[in-house]
């Protein structure tokens, strides 16, 4: 059974960064690419970020480039998102996922706040 399981998630000031992981119990994870969605408070599921299975690309929402870095270690099956210059707007429940899969995470709760 595929598990993702997402921590790193809080409460911090506009400005403020957190670092958020997930871990993936998947045998595979070094062939997988992998992504960060995230549902702000009574919204739908938004893209957030990309990483292909080696690590060397990546890609990012409009609203979050500069200040989100998506970084992994197949070593560790964890995929890792550095949130920095945090903003109200980035508030929401952070779930990872990769293509092919039905299973969810539990997700992160991230909120930005003064």
């Known amino acids: 059974e595929v598990q993702l399981v997402e921590s790193g998630g809080g409460l911090v000031q506009p400005g403020g960064s957190l670092r958020l992981s997930c871990v993936v119990s998947?045998?595979?994870?070094?062939?997988?690419?992998m992504n960060w969605v995230r549902q702000a408070p009574g919204k739908g599921l938004e893209w957030v970020s990309f990483i292909n299975s080696g690590g060397d690309m990546t890609s990012y929402v409009d609203s979050v480039k500069g200040r989100f870095t998506l970084s992994r270690d197949n070593a560790k099956n964890t995929v890792y998102l550095q949130m920095n210059k945090l903003k109200p707007e980035d508030t929401g429940v952070y779930y990872c996922t990769f293509p092919g899969t039905p299973s969810w995470g539990q997700g992160t709760q991230v909120t930005v706040s003064s």
């Open positions: 998947v045998f595979t994870f070094s062939s997988i690419s």
